[in-house]
């Protein structure tokens, strides 16, 4: 299955700023989503990034508030732009497995703390 | 819309006492159901893929079982190292999204 790269791991970031979360994957996969999981909840899509298409975003998630870009198969990113607390979550990149016992596999994740 | 609940919301057993997780779903086509287990400060790790109702799958002291309207996890002998939460999620036919349930968070006690 494949194995998934996220960086970083954890960040402290100022109120008004902005943050790029990083997703690299050791093998080429069509779609990749971004999840996020807010303190003590359960995982929440925000969007599905296809190369070479513009992402696909879940209802109450805006482009504005979270670019991402997917240059290529194995590589994409989530910025999480004009931070407020409310935005302190760990973000989540996943990818479809491939093969007979399919399902999805996920990064370790982003603790995103915003003060 | 896709829902899933899973219960208890928290489960505490001792070592060798074992009990099963609940995850009820409404899909509108069932895709697939996936349980995976999350350690804390990790990523969701996959334990299983259920397609249709009376599959049942195994891995070391879980067992996993589906029905048209729920899903058991059921976990055998716990020990310590059992010790996280569990997710339960559901895809559906007509895409690729997953939608997850709140999680059980599993202690068992030495």
């Known amino acids: 299955s494949a194995v998934i790269s996220q960086k970083p791991s954890r960040d402290i970031c100022q109120r008004g700023t902005s943050l790029t979360i990083q997703c690299q994957v050791d093998s080429q996969v069509t779609m990749m989503f971004w999840y996020r999981q807010q303190p003590g909840q359960s995982l929440t899509l925000i969007a599905t990034a296809n190369q070479g298409s513009e992402a696909t975003y879940e209802s109450g998630f805006v482009i504005d508030k979270f670019p991402i870009s997917r240059p290529n198969l194995t590589f994409s990113t989530l910025t999480v732009s004009n931070m407020s607390p409310e935005d302190s979550s760990i973000y989540l990149c996943s990818v479809a497995k491939k093969g007979p016992n399919y399902g999805y596999t996920f990064g370790s994740g982003t603790r995103l703390t915003v003060v | 819309e896709d829902q899933v609940t899973q219960s208890p919301e928290a489960l505490r057993l001792q070592e060798g006492e074992s009990s099963s997780l609940n995850c009820s779903y409404t899909?509108?086509?069932?895709?697939?159901l996936f349980w995976y287990r999350q350690d804390p400060g990790k990523g969701p790790e996959f334990l299983f893929t259920?397609?249709?109702a009376g599959e049942e799958k195994e891995k070391e002291r879980l067992k996993a079982t589906l029905t048209k309207k729920e899903s058991f996890l059921h976990i055998t002998a716990p020990k310590p190292e059992d010790s996280a939460t569990y997710l339960c999620?559901?895809?559906?036919?007509?895409?690729?999204?997953?939608?997850f349930g709140e999680g059980t968070q599993l202690t068992v006690n030495p």
């Open positions: 999620a559901v895809g559906e036919t007509s895409g690729s999204r997953l939608t």
């Open positions: 899909v509108s086509g069932l895709r697939g």
């Open positions: 259920l397609y249709s």
